[in-house]
Nanobody, 116 residues
């Protein structure tokens, strides 16, 4: 069973930065892609950013230019660097791993709160 453990969430003021980490219990080298999603209270879970096995990245329009996703295959960890944060970035952030075949896996989430 694949386990994903997110960390790095917390409380930050608007304009500040946080870096989230997602540590996987398996090698992420061959994962088709890994991604970050978020879910704000009363809203559906939404895509934030993804990174492919070839290191191609994709971002939601709302975070382009502010967030950066990266991966360290040696540490089986994916990161989300969040800069110039806004109150609307407040949400529970989830990590997802999509293997080449079969269903993907979710982490348990980490809370991010941005105060105005």
């Amino acid at each position: 069973q694949v386990q994903l453990v997110e960390s790095g969430g917390g409380l930050v003021q608007a304009g500040g930065s946080l870096r989230l980490s997602c540590a996987a219990s398996v090698s992420i080298f061959r994962a088709t892609w890994m991604a970050w999603f978020r879910q704000a209270p009363g809203k559906q879970r939404e895509f934030v950013a993804s990174i492919s096995s070839g290191d191609s990245t994709n971002y939601a329009d709302s975070v382009k230019g502010r967030f950066t996703i990266s991966r360290d295959n040696a540490k089986n960890t994916v990161y989300l660097q969040m800069n110039s944060m806004k109150p609307e970035d407040t949400a529970v952030y989830y990590c997802r791993l999509q293997p080449p075949t079969g269903p993907g896996f979710w982490g348990q989430g980490t809370q991010v709160t941005v105060s105005s």
